[in-house]
């Protein structure tokens, strides 16, 4: 039992500058730390995550977490940091927006995700991080995309392995802002991806503003991070009813 709390996550400060020019001060260090710890110790009841060798987890988790928002200044929000509202969808384990935001305390981050186990837990573990600029939600994208509460307020939403990239535009575009971005974290990326993803954005009010070839720093895996802007108001109909952007991708 204790050995597995006992295990270190690297400290890589020299590749989170090199790639990222950003790292952790202590106090995100030791956040990190624990979030490791608690999914560990979450995974033995709830299926989290195979990802749980130290540096697989700094890799694969938190690396690749932040690394899609690393074009946020190039991107035009600067401007807006300090007051980011994200939501990531089908967080899982809390990925990316766990890691984001710890590396952005000022912004306020919203996990989604269908299941509640897995949102109880996260609930559960951000209190014991520490972590204050986290807020969680149970439901699915389509109902939240839904409620006027939910709908066009966020400035950013993230999503890592969620389904096709269709899928993911219809389930982030109605959340966002006009102006706003969705980031898809893909591995690889093909002109079908492409092509499908420009026609439902197209659908929804967006359009892929710029998509970041890249390899991760310690296994050069591949990953693909895809920006799509928001220009105009979703359209009323979308999101479709639940169950119905998987069945039927735009
Ligand atoms: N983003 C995480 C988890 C990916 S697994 C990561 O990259 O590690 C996909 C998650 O999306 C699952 O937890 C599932 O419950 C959730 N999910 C799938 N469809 C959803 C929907 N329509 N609304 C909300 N959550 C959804």
Same mark, same amino acid.
């Given at each position: 039992m204790s050995e597995i709390e006992k295990q270190l996550l690297p400290n890589l400060a020299e590749i989170w500058q090199k790639t990222l020019g950003w790292e952790p001060d202590e106090l995100q260090q030791q956040q990190f730390q624990q979030l490791y710890e608690g999914i560990l110790l979450g995974n033995r009841q709830l299926n989290? #995550?195979?990802? =749980?060798a130290p540096k697989d987890f700094w890799e694969k988790h938190l690396w690749d977490s932040l690394v899609g928002i690393k074009y946020l200044d190039y991107l035009n929000c600067r401007e807006k940091r300090e007051t980011l509202r994200a939501i990531d969808i089908g #967080? $899982? !384990? $809390?990925? +990316? $927006?766990i890691p984001v935001a710890i590396a952005f305390p000022a912004w306020t981050v919203t996990l989604l995700d269908a299941t509640r186990k897995k949102i109880n837990f996260l609930q559960e573990l951000v209190a014991a991080v520490g972590i204050e600029n986290v807020k969680t939600i149970t439901g699915r994208a389509e109902a939240i995309g839904r409620e006027k509460l939910h709908r066009? =307020?966020?400035?950013l939403a993230l999503l890592r392995a969620v389904g096709a990239v269709s899928v993911c535009a219809e389930y982030a575009l109605p959340l966002i802002k006009i102006d706003g971005l969705a980031i898809l974290y893909r591995g690889r990326w093909s002109e079908e991806d492409n092509l499908a993803l420009e026609s439902a954005a197209s659908k929804l009010g967006g359009k892929i503003e710029f998509i970041e070839e890249l390899k991760t720093p310690l296994t050069d895996s591949i990953r693909h991070c895809v920006y799509l802007r928001k220009l105009s108001r979703t359209p !009323?109909?979308? +999101?479709? !009813?639940?169950g119905l952007p998987t069945r039927q991708p735009l």
């Open positions: 989290l #995550t195979r990802i =749980t #967080t $899982g !384990a $809390g990925f +990316p $927006g066009e =307020t966020y400035d !009323a109909q979308f +999101p479709r !009813a639940v």
